[in-house]
Each structure stands twice: as C-alpha cells, then as structure tokens.
C-alpha cells in the first residue's frame, strides 16, 4: 500500500488532479499499476481503501468541486465517508473517466509508473 501512497503523492505533488480527478478514481480503482521496471502497485482498490488513502493522505476536499460537488454538502466530520460519497458520485466507469485516466496514465510514464491498459471490449 506505501507504493500507492506514494503514487497518489506523486499525483498531487506534480499537479495532474486538475481536469483528472474521475480518473485519478478510475485508475486506482480499475487499473493495474506497476512502476516502468514492473513491480507491481496495485491490481485494483476498493472504493473503502481509496478513501481511507485519500483521508490519509489529506487530499484537498475542494477538489470534489471538478466533479459537480458541494465539499460541504458531503458528510464534513467522516472524511472517509467524504471521499466515498465523492467516489460513488463521480461515475467512475463512465466514459469521461476512463477518457481521463487514459491522459493521466500517459503523463505517469514520464514520472516513472506504467498504467496497463483496459482491453478493447471494456472501453465500449
């Protein structure tokens, strides 16, 4: 789990949330992850461990905004119930999201983390 701490780090720090938060939740959420030499990230989160990472990791709760969100009309007290309501709202397999995931997975090569593609049928 550290290496997707610090891929979400990696996310934030190099500012590519903006435009990409639906993907940002597709990627962690429904892709495989391993950095260029291979070694595995992840296969997959549930919506539960993003959320409990995005708590942990204290990602801004205004960014929630992007996906049409009120930050303070998402339970203000639960930040892990914030960041899974955001979650459940964001349509993550929608079309859009895996658009962005698809950008954002191409700007992570360059930072040192491959994103293995979705096979052609799951793209329809």
Avoid: C, Y
């Avoid at 296969?43 to 942990?56: A, C, D, F, M, V």
């Avoid at 930050?71 to 964001?90: E, G, K, N, Y």
Wanted: hydrophobic share 40%; net charge positive.
């Amino acid at each position: 789990m550290e290496a997707v701490r610090e891929l979400l780090e990696t996310i934030r720090q190099k500012g590519l949330i903006p435009g990409h938060l639906r993907g940002v939740f597709n990627l962690l959420i429904g892709r495989t992850i391993t950095r260029l030499d291979g070694t595995p990230i992840s296969k997959g989160l549930t919506w539960r461990e993003l959320s409990t990472l995005l708590r942990e990791l204290r990602w801004e709760k205004s960014l929630v905004r992007e996906l049409g969100l009120d930050p303070d009309t998402l339970s203000p007290r639960d930040r892990d119930r914030f960041w899974f309501q955001a979650i459940a709202s964001a349509n993550v397999n929608s079309p859009l999201a895996r658009q962005q995931a698809d950008s954002l997975a191409e700007r992570l090569e360059s930072h040192g983390f491959h994103v293995v593609p979705l096979p052609p049928a799951s793209r329809s």
